[in-house]
């Protein structure tokens, strides 16, 4: 096996390593194996830290020898492995919604004692309309996460609610998490607390596991049942 992983969080602790690799061209030529990262055509690059301050390294695979029995799905498999990704993605959707209602209750509580101008600062109208709108933002994410889930207690979740859930989880963590930090002024913007961590860490969930624009190019697909190929005609005709 030949090739690079650049972006994995917290790569370089990996004892095993479920990668996708091509067997052949097309998504038909995509399939999975399992590496031991300690053996033979292995290493990791140059450490480094996303903005939540994770680590990744990048993954180098250098003629890294694959025994048959670490074969997880061979060429054919991808469009089962990436049916089991989305229950990864609904991890991804559940932790961006819980950071972002743990910013809202903070920012909440300390709006409801925090005073200015000789008043609690939840009693500026300004104020009121910025939870009114973390309220509504975070209800409908909430209801479209527990759909994707409880559809899916006879099998997989399904992608096209699983992209409308994580698409509306991520978007809502770290715009609600975003609000809070201004609702708390210094004191939201402060590592003393930890509503800008939820602001970090909900922003990279909207890149992680499945981009907001790829969600979105999911939806498109189900909006208008047909699948749009997002490769160049060219190389997809090459492949
Ligand atoms: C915090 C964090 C943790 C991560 N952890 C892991 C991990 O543990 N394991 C792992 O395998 N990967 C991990 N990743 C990598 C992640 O999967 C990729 O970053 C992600 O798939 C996007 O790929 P990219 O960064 O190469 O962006 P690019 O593919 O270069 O895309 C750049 C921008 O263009 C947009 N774009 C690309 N193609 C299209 C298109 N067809 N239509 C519309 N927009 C498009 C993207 O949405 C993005 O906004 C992590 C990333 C982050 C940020």
Request: include cysteine; proline fraction near 3%; aromatic fraction near 12%.
């Amino acid at each position: 096996m030949n090739g690079s992983k650049i972006f994995t969080t917290h790569s370089k602790y990996a004892e095993l390593m479920l990668v996708y690799v091509r067997f052949g061209p097309g998504v038909d030529g995509i399939g999975s194996v399992l590496v031991d990262t300690k053996g033979p055509g292995v290493r990791f690059g140059k450490p480094s830290r996303f903005m939540s301050d994770e680590e990744w390294v990048q993954t180098y695979f250098e003629n890294a020898f694959v025994p048959a029995d670490m074969v997880v799905l061979k060429e054919g498999g991808f469009k089962k492995q990436i049916a089991g990704f989305n229950v990864e993605r609904i991890g991804n959707t559940a932790r961006s919604l819980a950071l972002g209602r743990y910013a809202y209750d903070t920012a909440r509580a300390y709006a409801s004692t925090r005073e200015q101008f000789g008043r609690p600062l939840c009693e500026f109208q300004g104020l009121q309309w910025k939870f009114a709108d973390m309220a509504i933002k975070l209800e409908g994410a909430q209801l479209l996460l527990y759909r994707a889930a409880a559809n899916a207690d006879k099998g997989m979740p399904s992608a096209y609610e699983t992209a409308v859930a994580k698409a509306a989880c991520n978007q809502t963590g770290f715009e609600v998490a975003h609000e809070a930090v201004q609702i708390m002024g210094a004191a939201g913007y402060s590592k003393s607390s930890l509503v800008e961590y939820c602001m970090r860490r909900c922003r990279g969930w909207m890149i992680a596991g499945g981009s907001i624009e790829m969600l979105k190019n999911r939806i498109a697909e189900h909006v208008f049942d047909r699948r749009f190929d997002q490769r160049g005609r060219q190389q997809a005709a090459a492949e």
